[in-house]
């Protein structure tokens, strides 16, 4: 079945970086779109960044753009996110999500807390 694992969060000061990954198993990874997105406590679920399957395509939320890079490493069936110039309004659980022949799926997600 489909898993998506992520990885990578924890507690940076402003301005520091976080490398978030997902690892994802259960479908042909490179053949798929593949989505982060964060929930902030007391906020909606909003869309951080996409990619699409070859890599070739990338969309990024205005609070990301500048900032936060998706990348995906097909042979190794993982999603990257690298967030530099962190700010305490990124602190966040951070999933990643596919969208495997019209289902959707969720990892778990990674706590990312920006504070001094």
């Known amino acids: 079945q489909v898993q998506l694992v992520e990885s990578g969060g924890g507690l940076v000061q402003p301005g520091g970086s976080l490398r978030l990954s997902c690892v994802a198993s259960?479908?042909?990874?490179?053949?798929?779109?593949m989505t982060w997105y964060r929930h902030a406590p007391g906020k909606e679920r909003e869309f951080v960044a996409s990619i699409t399957g070859a890599g070739g395509v990338r969309n990024y939320a205005d609070s990301a753009k500048g900032r936060f890079t998706i990348s995906r490493d097909n042979a190794k069936n993982a999603l990257y996110l690298q967030m530099n110039s962190l700010a305490p309004e990124d602190t966040a659980v951070y999933y990643c999500?596919?969208?495997?022949?019209?289902?959707?799926?969720w990892g778990r997600g990674t706590q990312v807390t920006v504070s001094s």
């Open positions: 999500r596919s969208y495997v022949y019209g289902v959707e799926y």
């Open positions: 259960g479908f042909t990874f490179s053949s798929f779109t």
